[in-house]
């Protein structure tokens, strides 16, 4: 564990994240009383794996935010931003500070996730982010959704899909029972318009007309998932949130709102970028919107009975935007410095885990496919082998996670982590090594001091690299 991580864990937390294992596994749906003593606990420690208990075939939520940065939790060091809902899953599970995305855009870590592969092993996941039909994930690609789904699960993907567009792609085509969203990688909250100007927001494969808030409608529509009598069936639920992809625009900002899709209609092909608009309060705005948002459907979790023997995984798509928290990490979405790919992770398994309890092992986006896999009891399919690694031993047994590469390849950029040390090029050409132990801000460069090692990950970053497709063009 670096100095810094250990002085946030002490800091950003204090009092206030730890919790029992019997707070834990007992308080999710508690009074206020009860959730304002769950804030005086003693601060977080180190995992330890609660060996020996048993459970049910667990249910899987698994919530993403869009563009969020790494430090953007009040819970990972935000000073402005206050995030009370996820702080309290942190103190009811794990929370993991060396977490990264399976890539620096949404749409090839949604591949990563959703198959447990790396982006550059299917022809889709290579569009950095998907932005036209011409590419997405192949409906004969098995999925979490459709691995667990042959296993018993009943299956939904609710929000950001960007796995490709109608008529060839859709979560429908790729495991997913139930889908309720949008297709592309930004919508105007209000009108649903995306960046082309088309409509999108759908249920199924069919176009559903709501002209409120988006968050406030796909909150509405998890919280009745997670409500739902499934039929003795455990569930999967992709829990996809917008926020805080731009555009900038919180809940009741109707007139911005109107501005932005005038310029829609007017052909300004750039409007949902909104470069002329935002703030840090804004931004703060939404982040604290998407908190209550996530609230409001743990809450439901809780009051359907489920929470116990529910695995709630909270992560981030990429690092940080414009105005997002990302210190003291270099870069943001886009880029494989760490603001770019190093994002917020939290478990709770109350069945399973004790709570307030953090982690500094590696594990990135991929790791919970085959995770969760195995925590279902379902076996990947052979012909497409996982890059993830399965932390189900690390969790439940305490077993080590050896010591493996995280690798990631953008256009432009490369990036392999092994241990406490990163090998990273960047759009300048130049190989530089870092040790992320005492130096997370990627300043002091090893690479003059430690050839062998630079030579050894850019290697390994190599022979991984050749075994995926080629960029085109």
Avoid at 72 to 84: F, N, Q, V
């Amino acid at each position: 564990m670096s100095s810094y991580e250990s002085s946030l864990s002490r800091r950003a937390f204090g009092g206030a994240v730890g919790v029992t294992a019997a707070t834990a596994a007992v308080g999710l749906g508690a009074a206020p009383a009860a959730a304002a003593a769950q804030d005086a606990s003693p601060q977080e420690r180190e995992f330890r794996a609660a060996r020996g208990r048993q459970s049910k075939r667990p249910n899987v939520l698994f919530i993403l935010g869009d563009d969020l940065g790494w430090a953007d939790l009040s819970s990972y060091g935000s000073p402005h931003i206050k995030t009370p809902n996820l702080d309290r899953l942190a103190r009811q599970g794990v929370r993991f500070t060396d977490a990264y995305s399976g890539s620096a855009t949404c749409s090839p870590t949604r591949f990563s996730l959703y198959t447990g592969r790396y982006p550059g092993r299917s022809k889709g996941g290579l569009a950095e982010p998907i932005a036209d039909k011409s590419a997405g994930l192949e409906p004969t690609h098995p999925t979490l959704a459709s691995l667990l789904k042959e296993s018993g699960y009943a299956t939904a993907l609710i929000g950001k899909w960007h796995a490709g567009y109608l008529p060839d792609y859709s979560p429908t085509k790729s495991g997913w029972d139930e889908f309720f969203g949008n297709f592309g990688g930004a919508l105007e909250y209000y009108s649903k318009l995306g960046l082309g100007g088309e409509y999108d927001l759908y249920e199924g494969d069919a176009e559903y007309k709501d002209l409120r808030y988006y968050t406030r409608i796909i909150t509405e529509r998890a919280s009745e998932y997670v409500s739902r009598d499934h039929g003795g069936k455990p569930w999967l639920l992709n829990l996809n949130f917008t926020t805080p992809h731009w555009p900038w625009i919180a809940d009741g900002d109707t007139e911005q709102s109107a501005e932005i899709v005038r310029r829609i209609k007017a052909g300004d092909g750039r409007a949902l970028w909104h470069q002329d608009g935002g703030s840090v309060e804004k931004y703060k705005e939404m982040v604290e919107d998407l908190d209550r948002s996530i609230g409001e459907v743990l809450r439901a979790l809780d009051r359907s009975g489920q929470a116990r023997d529910t695995i709630v995984v909270f992560s981030s798509d990429n690092g940080g935007e414009r105005f997002s928290y990302n210190w003291p990490l270099s870069g943001n979405k886009a880029s494989l410095q760490e603001g770019g790919i190093r994002v917020p992770n939290i478990v709770r398994w109350p069945a399973r885990l004790d709570g307030g309890q953090v982690s500094h092992v590696p594990v990135f986006s991929p790791d919970w496919t085959a995770t969760l896999l195995e925590l279902a009891g379902t076996r990947p399919n052979r012909a497409y082998p996982l890059d993830g690694v399965s932390l189900a031993g690390y969790l439940l047994r305490g077993e080590k996670v050896a010591e493996r590469n995280l690798f990631w390849r953008v256009r432009g950029e490369r990036a392999l982590r092994r241990g406490d040390w990163k090998y990273y090029r960047g759009k300048s050409g130049r190989d530089q090594l870092f040790n992320l132990a005492g130096d997370v801000r990627e300043q002091a460069d090893k690479a003059a001091v430690e050839p062998a090692r630079l030579a050894e990950l850019k290697a390994a970053w190599e022979k991984t690299d050749a075994g995926l497709l080629p960029y085109p063009g």
